[in-house]
């Protein structure tokens, strides 16, 4: 029973780091990690083939992903499975035809952008992947987790931003300037 046990336990390390992700595996694989956020603490980047619909419902839509935020500040690589929720009557599109001026637009935006998000899980790796924290599945029907709002422009905004424009070929909002994709 202890030998079942310890060889268990030495492979769930190895699958454990077999998933981990560096710093230059992140920068360095643009056809598999797409950088969506940039500033001067943090770098977020989705991982393109984890890009799954979820819910087709227009105007609502659920988008899953993973994405991997590094915390120059921290020192950390953190990667988050995430739920991306979109109701589409509160995309810029849509607002257009409630509002005739932009100013009123903004406002509504800064109000509610039309994405929401939730955590299912994460880890945390240092730069050369070595796993920090182990994965840490999150409930998503836990109401201490409620889905949050995706500020404009936040990380989390941009990387809702790109999961719908690799899944449904557009802009869920138009892009901004500077933007990374």
């Known amino acids: 029973m202890k030998k079942l046990f310890f060889l268990l336990t030495i492979f769930s390390l190895f699958t454990m780091s077999a998933f981990a992700v560096s710093l230059d595996e992140l920068r360095n694989t643009p ?5 969506v956020y940039a500033d001067s603490t943090t770098d ?3 991982e393109i083939p984890s890009i799954n619909v979820i ?6 839509y659920t988008i899953n992903a993973t994405s991997y935020n590094i915390s120059y500040d921290k020192n950390l690589i953190i990667k988050h499975d995430e739920i991306f929720f ?4 509160r995309s810029v599109n849509s607002l257009r035809l409630k509002f005739s001026t932009t100013g009123a637009i903004a406002a509504e935006l800064k109000k509610d952008t039309g994405i929401t998000f939730q955590f299912r899980g994460m880890e945390t790796y240092d730069y050369n992947g070595q796993v920090e924290m182990p994965y ?4 998503p029907s836990s109401s201490l987790l409620p889905p949050l709002k995706s500020h404009m422009f936040s990380p989390s905004y941009m990387a ?3 999961s719908f424009l690799k899944s449904y070929n557009m802009y869920f909002n138009p892009p901004s300037k500077g933007q990374l994709f």
Not at 31 to 35: E, V
Not at 86 to 89: D, E, F
Not at 136 to 139: A, P, T, V
């Open 31 to 35: 056809d598999r990690y797409k950088l």
């Open 44 to 46: 977020k980047y989705v």
């Open 55 to 60: 819910r087709y419902n227009p105007p609502y």
């Open 86 to 89: 979109y109701n589409y009557n």
């Open 136 to 139: 840490q599945y999150i409930n």
């Open 160 to 162: 809702a931003m790109y």
